[in-house]
């Protein structure tokens, strides 16, 4: 069975930084694309930022591009999210997703396997 535990959210002020951690068990990443996508309060699940296999194909949802960076280190079967610059309109909940193909995708249909999420909460 494979699960996945996001961590690494919290509270913080516009401008400021968090780094978010999406572990995984039951399952190696490797061979496997990443995402991260984000459900804000009220409104549907949106894409946020997808990595391939290898790591060296990324993308990201326009209004993230610049501020947010995802990273994987296949060693350790983890997936980040690194998110600068944060701003009010990034509060959501944040939730990493596996896919079976290595190739990523923007479309949640294409994931396989959700964690619960971890809260971010941006104050202005």
């Known amino acids: 069975q494979v699960q996945l535990v996001e961590s690494g959210g919290g509270s913080v002020q516009a401008g400021e930084s968090l780094r978010l951690s999406c572990g995984v068990s039951?399952?190696?990443?490797?061979?496997?694309?990443m995402g991260w996508f984000r459900q804000p309060p009220g409104k549907e699940r949106e894409f946020v930022a997808a990595?391939?296999?290898?790591?060296?194909?990324?993308d990201y949802l326009d209004s993230v591009k610049g501020r947010f960076t995802i990273s994987r280190d296949n060693t350790k079967n983890t997936v980040y999210l690194q998110m600068n610059s944060l701003k009010p309109e990034d509060t959501a909940n944040y939730v990493c997703?596996?896919?079976?193909?290595?190739?990523?995708?923007?479309?949640?249909?294409?994931?396989?396997?959700w964690g619960q999420g971890t809260q971010v909460t941006v104050s202005s």
């Open positions: 990595i391939n296999w290898s790591g060296h194909n990324t």
């Open positions: 997703a596996f896919m079976y193909p290595s190739e990523m995708s923007v479309n949640a249909r294409d994931y396989q396997y």
């Open positions: 039951g399952r190696t990443i490797y061979n496997n694309a």
